[in-house]
């Protein structure tokens, strides 16, 4: 390949340090999955990558992810297809500062520990720890307020110093760049999802073609937290440059997530349900039916999807055949309240193991979800937007696709006997449909068909001989 005359093949450093004080330190080791002790290292498309220690002890621990960009292979694929070779291609700053290529590195090998799993620490990456990142040369064009805007409503401190130009020539004045300090309490997971996401914020200027595949990792890595996030929007515009028309389907679906999470009201809307509902044991009713059904499949493995505040996890956790249940919401709030309900924190280790809550949303292709014996989806599809129901459906049916399936979903007929309920509402102010039985028969009967299941429906709760029951339920099975 041509290479002009006379520039040295030089290899630049890009860092971005992470440390923690919670202790043991190097426990930070298990949750990032890679040995204090030893050197990693990466062939990405762009250079190498390295991953060390340059501090590990029982006190403070501290990992670096160090780029080692190539400049010349960045542009020598240009260069092949045809385009001359300029100045300017070497000369720019790509390789020295956090741009993209540190969150593509990211992804590449901090993917599980972004996830929030831990083989050896479980209970630690699902703790808020103590930590900071260390981003030395960080690009900050709209100047250090964009990296306060950014980072503080995420419960950081940030600490942003402007890099002089070069510092043998003070004279010449500061450069674009800055050196940051973020520091807070949180899980390493968001920091590292953060991080993902907000570092070519910052740069506004990627290196890679954004395609549709971005609107989705932007929206998984963002998700928990970027739909509530002050400034979602500028975020999204400038991790998608030039793409209005895909940042604008990001948006659309962040608002949507928004309305699920912020709605401050869901959880009197909730409450106002179960008054409704009250005067027969509905929810009681409920559990009791679907508890039935996994038994009668004999589940082991179980997810409670859209899990809300737990009632149905406690039940399970009663269920002494079943030996693993994984409770999954997208509103954090309501897990915190599950977690209090359960006494998490409180339980025998042996019984703690059996359960496990996650944050997510059933929008999203998760691979948590794959391979359990059945999942319930009580009282939620009601919850979700009709035109994202298809999203919703593939990462159950398709992509989960566990052995049983059990949803349940209010009886729209019924609804005229809630004597407290005014005729034409639904029974809760976030529902954005409530069904008739041969709505939802049509429904679970096309789903069924399209992803291979059978379904059965049953009764719910006392059935009105014209109303037909107050709760419907559909059993899929594989
Ligand atoms: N299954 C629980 C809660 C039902 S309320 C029970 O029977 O008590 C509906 C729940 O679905 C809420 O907790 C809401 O946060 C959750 N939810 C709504 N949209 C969701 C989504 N896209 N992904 C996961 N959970 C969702």
Redesign the pocket.
């Known amino acids: 390949m041509r290479r002009p005359h006379g520039l040295p093949r030089i290899i630049h450093p890009v860092l971005l340090t992470i440390t923690t004080t919670h202790q043991p330190a190097t426990d930070l080791g298990f949750l990032l999955h890679k040995n204090p002790a030893k050197l990693h290292s990466y062939e990405l498309s762009f250079g190498r990558a390295h991953v060390f220690y340059p501090e590990a002890t029982a006190s403070v621990c501290t990992v670096a992810l160090l780029l080692d960009v190539d400049p010349v292979g960045l542009v020598r694929g240009k260069g092949e297809r045809g385009s001359s070779w300029t100045l300017d291609q070497y000369v720019n700053d790509r390789p020295y500062v956090l741009s993209s290529f540190m969150s593509v590195a990211m992804g590449r090998i901090f993917a599980t520990a972004m996830t929030g799993r831990s083989k050896g620490r479980q209970e630690l990456a699902d703790q808020k720890l103590p930590l900071l990142a260390a981003l030395p040369a960080v690009p900050c064009r709209g100047g250090d307020g964009l990296l306060h805007e950014l980072f503080e409503p995420l419960g950081y401190q940030v600490k942003a110093e402007r890099r002089v130009l070069d510092e043998k020539f003070p004279e010449w004045g500061d450069g674009p760049y800055y050196s940051a300090t973020l520091s807070g309490t949180v899980h390493l997971r968001d920091l590292l999802r953060h991080l993902y996401v907000l570092i070519p914020v910052l740069d506004a200027e990627k290196h890679y073609w954004v395609g549709r595949d971005e609107v989705e990792k932007l929206l998984r890595k963002g998700e928990g937290w970027l739909a509530s996030h002050p400034h979602k929007e500028s975020i999204v515009k400038r991790y998608l440059p030039r793409q209005r028309q895909l940042a604008r389907e990001a948006l659309a679906r962040l608002a949507?997530?928004d309305n699920?999470?912020a709605d401050e009201a869901?959880e009197a809307h909730?409450q106002e349900?179960a008054k409704i509902e009250e005067p027969i044991r509905l929810?009681q009713l409920?559990?009791a039916a679907v508890v039935d059904v996994l038994r009668s499949v004999s589940a082991k493995r179980v997810l409670?999807?859209?899990?809300?505040?737990?009632?149905?996890l406690r039940d399970l956790l009663q269920e002494k055949s079943i030996a693993e249940i994984v409770g999954?919401?997208?509103?954090f709030r309501?897990l915190e309240i599950a977690s209090q309900r359960l006494r998490l924190e409180r339980m025998p280790p042996k019984q703690k193991e059996r359960v496990k809550l996650l944050h997510?949303?059933?929008?999203y292709r998760d691979k948590r979800l794959a391979g359990y014996d059945a999942a319930?989806?009580?009282?939620?599809i009601?919850?979700?937007d009709p035109p994202?129901l298809a999203a919703?459906e593939r990462v159950l049916f398709a992509e989960a696709r566990p052995k049983t399936v059990v949803v349940?979903t209010p009886t729209a007929e019924y609804n005229s006997k809630f004597e407290t309920l005014p005729a034409g509402t639904f029974r809760?102010k976030?529902h954005r449909f409530e069904w008739t039985r041969s709505e939802f028969k049509n429904w679970s009967q096309e789903i069924a068909q399209r992803f291979g299941y059978t379904v059965q429906h049953l009764p719910v709760g006392e059935e009105d001989p014209q109303l037909g029951p107050p709760t419907q339920m559909g059993v899929f099975s594989l």
């Open positions: 949507e997530e699920v999470h869901a909730t349900e929810w409920r559990i409670d999807l859209g899990c809300g505040e737990g009632k149905l999954m919401d997208v509103s309501s997510g949303s059933l929008m319930t989806v009580v009282e939620v009601e919850h979700l994202r919703f349940t809760h976030d």
